[in-house]
């Protein structure tokens, strides 16, 4: 893991919650975008823990690099900001995980393992955010892409077939998914697939 954030004082805080527990190793830190991508490309960490306003470069943009840069690395943003223009950009760009920095030292490792795994990981704040815009009618369309996926899930595949068929990463089928499920305000595959129906981007028999 490496841990992103332009305060040394936060960066000297979030390690020592994580030294001392063999589950986590810090491979190194950085203070803004450019650092983070030369850290990470040095140190091929499994989760980079990163604030979303540094100087440099946007929250977003070093998400998206990152992922272009290492496809299988999970970023998990943790900073004090949950507004629509910080959490859908970040989402957007292939966040595994968006938390608050009030969020408790015992919660924040259990995110940090799960984001190692591939986990989708949101505050209840930042949930709020998504569920919120998912009600708005522009963010039910989905990108082609996402109706593929809709589409292989209809139809009963799992993460990893989907994968397979899509030639992507379990990883990417997660993001995929978080996103189909905020443009749809569900919290679950079937739920998805029901509401895809429900509103037409779905039809019988049109799926196989």
């Known amino acids: 893991m490496i841990i992103v954030d332009d305060h040394p004082v936060v960066r000297d805080g979030l390690r020592g919650i994580f030294t001392g527990d063999e589950d986590f190793e810090v491979v190194g830190e950085a203070a803004d975008g450019p650092e983070a991508l030369a850290v990470a490309r040095l140190t091929d ?15 977003a943009e070093v998400i998206r690099r990152l992922r272009e840069q290492a496809p299988g690395i999970h970023v998990l943003v943790l900073t004090t900001f949950y507004d629509d223009a910080d959490v859908l950009p970040a989402i957007e760009q292939g966040a595994t ?15 940090v393992r799960a984001a190692a795994r591939g986990e989708t990981v949101l505050s209840p704040s ?68 029901a509401a895809a129906y429900e509103t037409g981007l779905l039809t019988p028999g049109a799926d196989g």
């Open 45 to 59: 960490p499994d989760v980079v823990l990163m604030d979303l306003r540094m100087p440099k470069m946007s929250g």
């Open 126 to 193: 930042v949930a709020g955010v998504l569920t919120h815009r998912a009600r708005t009618p522009e963010r039910r369309t989905l990108s082609r892409r996402e109706l593929e996926v809709l589409g292989l899930i209809a139809r009963g595949a799992t993460n990893r077939e989907v994968a397979a068929k899509l030639f992507v990463t379990e990883a990417t089928v997660k993001t995929h998914l978080l996103h189909l499920f905020a443009k749809l305000g569900v919290n679950d595959r079937a739920a998805a697939v």
């Open 97 to 111: 995980g968006y938390l608050l920095k009030d969020t408790p030292r015992a919660e924040l490792r259990r995110a």
